[in-house]
T-cell receptor, first 113, second 111 residues
Framework: EAQVTQNPRYLITVTGKKLTVTCSQN?????MSWYRQDPGLGLRQIYY???????DKGDVPEGYKVSRKEKRNFPLILESPSPNQTSLYFC????????????FGPGTRLTVL | QKEVEQDPGPLSVPEGAIVSLNCTYS??????FMWYRQYSRKGPELLMY????GNKEDGRFTAQVDKSSKYISLFIRDSQPSDSATYLC???????????FGTGTSLTVIP
C-alpha cells in the first residue's frame, strides 16, 4: 500500500531532551516535507527536500533539523525541544513535476513539558 | 500580511446546500493552487488541484482560481454529512518549492 509513515504517533518529552521523528514513504517520491499544525495558525512548513542531500528551510525552521540521506526517509530532529514546539507534526511527500499532490502521513502529536 | 488568508469559520450548512469556501493570497508568483480536506485526527488529503487560472470540476466539487484578484474558491454542490471536515487551501510558486497553507475552514453539514 502506498503510504507515508511517521513514528512515533504520540510523544511526551521534557525540555532539552533531543528527539527524532521518523518519516518514510514507499512511493519513490523526490519531494518530502515537514509541517507543524497549530490551532489558528494552520499548517506551516518547517523544512522541505527536493531530493537526496537537498534540503531547504520553510516558514518556521528555527529549532529543527532535517536530513535526506536516502530518498525514502526524511527524519525531523529536535536537538533541544522547548514547550513552544508542542504541536501536531505532519510529514508529506510528492512527485516532482506538474502533479503536485502531496501525500500526508498520519501525524505525530508532540508535547514538550 | 500573511501569504494566504482563509476564513476559519466555523461554517454550518444543511444537507444539500451549496458550500462556498474561499482564500485570498498576496504573492503573485503562486501558480499552483490546491484544496485539501482534513478529517479530525487525520492528515490532509488532496481534493482539488489547479494550475494557473480557471475552473476545474470533479463530481460535486468545483475549484476556481482568479489570479487577477488573487482569489481562489472551492464550491461543494449537494453537500453531504460526510463532507464535514476542515478544508485547507494551499499554493506554491513552482513544483518542489515551498507550500503555503491557509488556516483552514471548519465545515459541518447537518443531516
Amino acid at each position: 500500500e502506498a503510504q507515508v509513515t511517521q513514528n512515533p504517533r504520540y510523544l511526551i518529552t521534557v525540555t532539552g531532551k533531543k528527539l527524532t521523528v521518523t518519516c518514510s514513504q514507499n512511493m519513490n517520491h523526490e519531494y518530502m516535507s515537514w509541517y507543524r499544525q497549530d490551532p489558528g495558525l494552520g499548517l506551516r512548513q518547517i523544512y522541505y527536500s527536493m531530493n537526496v542531500e537537498v534540503t531547504d528551510k520553510g516558514d518556521v525552521p528555527e529549532g529543527y533539523k532535517v536530513s535526506r540521506k536516502e530518498k525514502r526517509n526524511f527524519p525531523l530532529i529536535l536537538e533541544s525541544p522547548s514547550p513552544n514546539q508542542t504541536s501536531l507534526y505532519f510529514c508529506a511527500s510528492s512527485l516532482q513535476g506538474e502533479d503536485n499532490e502531496q501525500f500526508f502521513g498520519p501525524g505525530t502529536r508532540l508535547t514538550v513539558l | 500580511q500573511k501569504e494566504v488568508e482563509q476564513d476559519p469559520g466555523p461554517l454550518s450548512v444543511p444537507e444539500g446546500a451549496i458550500v462556498s469556501l474561499n482564500c485570498t493570497y498576496s504573492n503573485s508568483a503562486f501558480q499552483y493552487f490546491m484544496w485539501y480536506r482534513q478529517y479530525s485526527r487525520k492528515g490532509p488529503e488532496l481534493l482539488m488541484y489547479t494550475y494557473s487560472s480557471g475552473n476545474k470540476e470533479d463530481g460535486r466539487f468545483t475549484a476556481q482560481v482568479d489570479k487577477s484578484s488573487k482569489y481562489i474558491s472551492l464550491f461543494i454542490r449537494d453537500s453531504q454529512p460526510s463532507d464535514s471536515a476542515t478544508y485547507l487551501c494551499a499554493m506554491s510558486a513552482d513544483t518542489g518549492n515551498q507550500f503555503y497553507f491557509g488556516t483552514g475552514t471548519s465545515l459541518t453539514v447537518i443531516p
